[in-house]
């Protein structure tokens, strides 16, 4: 088993729809949770950020972590075309001195106009 | 502010040819990990540098090793290239207190 697992994509909706991505995870250390979008044949850029459980909203994006569940959200409102992209969520352990960021497979979006 | 950059941003070999990839980080940033991203697959943890020293490593066989400058930019280099090898190599940086970090737009490699 992974340690992070994203539902399988590629996902397609209309403009304005509401976007609900997902992850689940088994390493019960992870703390810190993030989202990145990764434009085609870019880098990924961070999206949110979120510190244990509960919610952040930020805008039309708002990060979900149920760290009983073992299990994070990302749900876009009102979505746009320019939101089409590759949605990576990672995590890592609350160690100061540890980088390493686990990622999932990423799952890519298409809004149509 | 510039944000982290690498070079050069695409790059063609040959199995077993010898290649360096480099990345410059975020003004303020002096803690850099490098990640390989296969096509398809999100990206893995290769190491972790700080103080010129590499600090933690992930899966990755000792063909791959890396240094840090002491303006805090680094080097990737991967030995006797395999076809395995073909990715997106990113450069992420952070400053050492801060959580976040922060990608570069990556170097695409391509092994033949």
């Known amino acids: 088993q992974k340690e992070v697992e994203q539902d399988p994509g590629p996902l397609s909706v209309p403009e304005g729809a509401i976007v609900s991505l997902n992850c689940t995870y088994s390493?019960?250390?992870?703390?810190?949770f993030m989202w990145y979008r990764q434009y085609s044949r870019k880098g990924p850029e961070l999206l949110m950020y979120t510190y244990s459980s509960g919610n952040k909203e930020d805008g039309r994006f708002t990060a979900q972590v149920d760290k009983s569940s073992k299990y994070i959200s990302l749900f876009i409102r009102d979505s746009q075309p320019s939101d089409s992209a590759t949605y990576l969520c990672a995590m890592r352990d609350p160690d100061g001195a540890n980088s390493k960021l686990t990622f999932g497979k990423g799952i890519t979006l298409s809004v149509r106009p | 502010d510039a944000g982290v950059t690498q070079s050069p941003t695409h790059l063609i070999k040959t199995r077993g040819q010898q290649v360096t990839l480099r990345c410059s980080p975020k003004s303020g940033h002096d803690t850099v990990s490098w990640y390989q991203q296969a096509l398809g697959q999100g990206p893995q943890f290769i190491f972790q540098y700080y103080e010129e020293e590499e600090r933690q490593r992930g899966n990755f066989p000792d063909r791959f090793s890396g240094h840090q400058f002491p303006n805090y930019s680094s080097e990737l280099n991967v030995n006797a290239l395999l076809l395995g090898d073909s990715a997106l190599y990113l450069c992420?940086?952070?400053?050492?207190?801060?959580?976040?970090?922060?990608f570069g737009p990556g170097t695409r490699l391509l092994v033949l």
């Open positions: 390493n019960s250390a992870f703390q810190y």
């Open positions: 992420a940086s952070r400053p050492r207190a801060i959580e976040t970090q922060y």
